[in-house]
């Protein structure tokens, strides 16, 4: 999107939004099974929602530590130069801003490059890190297809090429991947589980998805295996939005469809920045009783589960994945692997209203995250 919509879908906007979506526009449409009418719920203490209550116990409790457990076990060179391309939405500027962060504890400085996320300005950034020959380049979201001729080239000058939250493998350039689609999945279990849990087995839902965010495509296929696995013979409608609609008319196809659909019960979004002013059109409507959940938080959606709009939400990993991607560059700059970081599994958390950390913005879900890190690099 070469230009955001307001403040509020700015910072609603995820990292995890792939260029790709930039380059289709996909039609609304919906599929269903089966249809959203004809909910047949299980039977009360059924197999399916006790496993959906014991997944929702284990993604509610807040983890306590990081993945990465082995020390970088040698000296942290300083006066490294990082460029950090921005995908040209507020959660990528937070992302490196976190990375700057932690790139600083360590003494290296930081170039954030701006893009407007078409595929014309990342292509630019990348011309730029090639005109800067820094030591490392970090970006978010952009699928290779974009920039493949200047990977190639950075590739051939030895410099690293770390990506989070793009539809992508490591490997030809790509030197860590994190959020990519083997990480995403069981963000669709946990939304899952909450709504079979809280609807205890009987829920009629609609799931609003991007089909163009193809990054998104692995959540929404857990969430409807576990969803039907959990919720035998409950109602599921695959509803898809076009881009345009983001920040525009969004409120009033939920609205339009609960109309049409007064039966579901249960509403999940493949991005926070879809709820973003349902549930005041919602109220406007009078369209009551309705349980929504987003994945990927954001602050404007912790505020909705705080005040009691909105229901839950799949806390994103930003703080920690952005310091994961310096201690692999820190076990990098010192000769080391960084498969450590690549098989590091991020922490996930599913938040509602008794156990929000914070609404008052992006938390980092292991609270204590920068000292256990730092103590890997040796500086506590």
């Known amino acids: 999107m070469s230009s955001t919509p307001g403040r509020a879908v700015r910072r609603a906007l995820t990292a995890i939004v792939p260029v790709t979506a930039l380059l289709t526009l996909t039609a609304c449409g919906s ?16 197999p399916g929602l006790t496993a959906a209550r014991a997944a929702l116990q284990k993604y509610s409790e807040r983890p306590a530590s990081i993945s990465v457990t082995q020390p970088v ?11 950090f391309i921005l995908c040209g939405v507020q959660s990528c500027k937070d992302l490196a801003d976190f990375f700057t962060e932690g790139a600083e504890e360590l003494g290296w400085k ?13 292509q630019a950034a990348y011309e730029q890190v090639l005109r800067d020959k820094p030591d490392a380049v970090v970006a978010s979201g952009f699928p290779r297809a974009v920039y493949a001729k200047q990977l190639a080239r950075l590739k051939a000058a030895d410099i690293p090429v770390i990506q989070s939250n793009a539809d992508d493998v490591v490997g030809d350039g790509v030197s860590l991947l994190k959020n990519g689609p083997k990480d995403v999945g069981v963000q669709g279990e946990m939304l899952a589980s909450w709504v079979v849990s809280d609807s205890g087995a009987e829920a009629n839902t609609v799931y ?23 919720c035998a013979g409950c109602a599921l409608d695959n509803v898809d939005v076009p881009i345009t609609a983001v920040g525009k008319d969004m409120p009033d196809r939920v609205v339009s469809y609960l109309r049409s659909h007064p039966k579901v019960t249960h509403v999940v979004f493949s991005l ?11 109220k406007t409507a009078g369209v009551t ?27 994103l990993n930003s703080h920690e994945t952005a310091w994961i991607q ?13 498969d450590v970081d690549q098989r590091a599994e991020l922490p996930n958390m599913l938040v509602t209203k008794g156990n929000l950390p914070s609404a008052d913005g992006d938390f980092p879900i292991v609270e204590d995250y920068q000292a256990q890190f730092k103590a890997l690099w040796g500086l506590s």
Not at 73 to 83: A, F, H, S, Y
């Open 289 to 315: 009783g309705k349980h929504l959940v987003v994945n990927v938080g954001d602050a404007q959606n912790y505020q909705y589960i705080q005040s009691g709009l909105s229901d839950g939400a799949m806390a």
């Open 73 to 83: 076990g040698k000296k942290i060179p300083k006066g490294k130069e990082i460029d």
């Open 110 to 122: 930081v170039k954030q490059i701006a893009t407007q996320g078409t595929p014309e300005s990342v």
């Open 31 to 46: 599929d269903s099974t089966p249809a959203a009418g004809t909910s047949q719920a299980a039977a009360p203490g059924s």
């Open 208 to 230: 609003f998805d991007l089909p163009a965010y193809s990054i998104l495509k692995p959540v929404k296929d857990s969430f409807a295996a576990k969803y039907r696995e959990w």
């Open 326 to 338: 310096v201690d692999a560059l820190a076990r990098h700059f010192t000769g080391q692997s960084m």
């Open 272 to 282: 926070g920045l879809l709820n973003v002013g349902v549930p005041a059109a919602l």
